[in-house]
Structure formats: C-alpha cells, structure tokens
C-alpha cells in the first residue's frame, strides 16, 4: 500500500490525475527527466514504449563500436543518413510546454535521455543530456570535441552519391541500408588529430554515464520539490535510479506516459494520456 493512491488509465484532459500532476507541480521546484516518448510527436520513434515500432536491428553497443572497425564504420554510413531525419525534426507542444512550465518558475533543471536537442530547441535551458547529444562528436584517439554540422558537411562531400533515402530512423540517429551499400561509404578523419576514431558524443547502450554528469543529476533530484518523468518506460537504470532516489527521499514523483513503466510502483502520480495532450493542458492550468 502507498499512502497516496496512484491514478491509472485516466482518459480524459480534467481527469483526476491530471487534477493531481497540475497540484503537484503548481507547487514548484519540480525536475523533469524525459525520454524517447516526448519526441515521438517530432518523428523521432520510441522504440521502446508500447505504440513504438520494433527496432528492426540491434542497437549499436560501446563494445561493438569501439572494437569493431566494419561495425564503426556501418554505424556512421547509417548515420550519416539518420541525421537528415534528427536535424530536421522540430520541437512539439510536448516541448514548447516544459520551456512554459521551466519559463513560468516552476520547472528547474531538466534531465534528458534524447539526444535529438529538442528541449533546448523547444526553449527549455539547464538541459542536462544524460546520454549526450547527436550534435556533436568526440575524437576517441585525441579527445577533440567537435560539431556535427561541419562533420556532415565534410561526410556530404565525401559522398555525395551516397545511399538511398530512407523513411525511418531510430532515436540514435542510425538507419537502415544493406550491407553492401553501407561499406561504400566514406568516413572521414577527425580533423584536430587527422585520425580518430570519432564517435558521436552520445552514450551508447554497454558504455557507462560520465560519473559527474550522474552526480549534478542525483544533485538535482535531491533539491527537488518533485520528479517529473516525461514519456520514459524508465528500462534501462541510467534514468530509472532518479525515480528510486526520488522515492528514497520521499520527493513525488510523477509519471507521465502512455505505456506502463517500471516505475509505476514508485509513483505518486500517474498520468497514461499522450503527453502532447497532457503537457499543454497542464501549462495552461498552471504556467
Ligand atoms: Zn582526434
């Protein structure tokens, strides 16, 4: 038994647990941690929630990245393609919304799981991206960070026939290609050291969260008035450990996401409507 009962499965905008989110975060101080489902509405799928599609391959790992020369390389011929897709997404409501909330006072910091950059472009500031962001790389030989769009630029160059369009990208920004189309890409060298390998300032799935950038999270967490999850199913650990410190501390937390998430258990308030019904409805209420 919790002592506030948790509210599922509500459908209507002025249901009881939209009553419950816009009390609660009324109050303040509230921090937002958002996944994959908020940037659905922008064309970035969630692959992970219940109405996102099947990944049609596996994800690419840190080991497979940094020890796999071939798997490096069809990583950044699909990615190469991706990045139309992720560049040319724009924020939704579901962002526009948290900047009002964060605008009006009543949001702090925000921590993110995207890497797609949509809450800064949807006007929310003090973005901590968790698992980095797509645009920018990081020279694994010499350590250089630089940014996507001159690296684009550069790859169009060198490969200025490459591929044919595709239609549908995951949220790490790589696409799907045969084989033997990828291997006729050409990757170019990082520019500061003339060699790499360069990554994509992103965590990869087997590759752990920078220490200090989970300790200004945990930080963040600890000062809030509330926790925020923002269509995230809170799968993987590296988000879902904010929620079991939240509830550690006895912060609320509130949940907002269609599918059911791991931690519903945890939740004071438990939102299942679309977010980009939800988020505008509750910046009118209270921003
Ligand atoms: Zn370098």
């Known amino acids: 038994m919790t002592a506030v009962p948790i509210l599922r499965q509500t459908t209507e905008p002025g249901s009881a647990s939209l009553d419950a989110l816009a009390e609660l975060v009324a109050d303040g101080d509230v921090v937002v941690l958002s996944g994959a489902g908020l940037s659905t509405d922008s064309g970035i799928p969630d692959y992970r929630g219940a109405s996102g599609s099947l990944r049609r391959h596996t994800p690419m790992t ?21 990045w139309r897709q992720i560049r040319g997404a724009r924020p939704n409501a579901g962002h526009e919304a948290v900047g009002d909330l964060q605008a009006a006072g009543l949001v702090g910091g925000v921590i993110t799981q995207n890497v797609d950059g949509l809450h800064q472009a949807g006007g929310a500031r003090d973005v901590v991206e968790l698992h980095g962001g797509l645009d920018r790389t990081v020279c694994l030989g010499c350590g250089d960070v630089a940014g996507r769009a001159a690296l684009d630029m550069r790859l169009r160059q060198a490969n200025p026939d490459f591929g044919p369009r595709v239609d549908e990208v995951n949220p790490d920004g790589d696409a799907e290609l045969p084989d033997d189309v990828l291997d006729g890409f050409v990757m170019v ?26 300790e200004q999270c945990f930080a963040l967490v600890e000062q809030a008035g509330s926790l925020l999850v923002l269509g995230s199913s809170l799968t993987v650990m590296s ?49």
Request: proline residues 9%; hydrophobic residues 40%; charged residues 25%.
């Open 239 to 287: 988000g879902y450990r904010f929620v079991l410190r939240a509830a550690k501390l006895g912060i609320p937390v509130a949940i907002v996401n269609v599918g059911p998430t791991r931690g519903d258990a945890k939740a004071d308030v438990r939102v299942a409507d679309p977010l980009g019904e939800v988020l505008p409805e509750l910046a009118r209420r209270v921003a």
């Open 62 to 82: 840190y080991q497979t990245f940094t020890r796999d020369p071939r798997g490096r390389h069809r990583y950044w011929a699909r990615s190469f393609v991706g």
């Open 189 to 214: 060298p990082c520019l500061a050291c003339g060699d790499g390998p360069l990554k994509p300032d992103v965590v990869f799935f087997g590759e752990t969260v920078p220490r200090e950038r989970v």
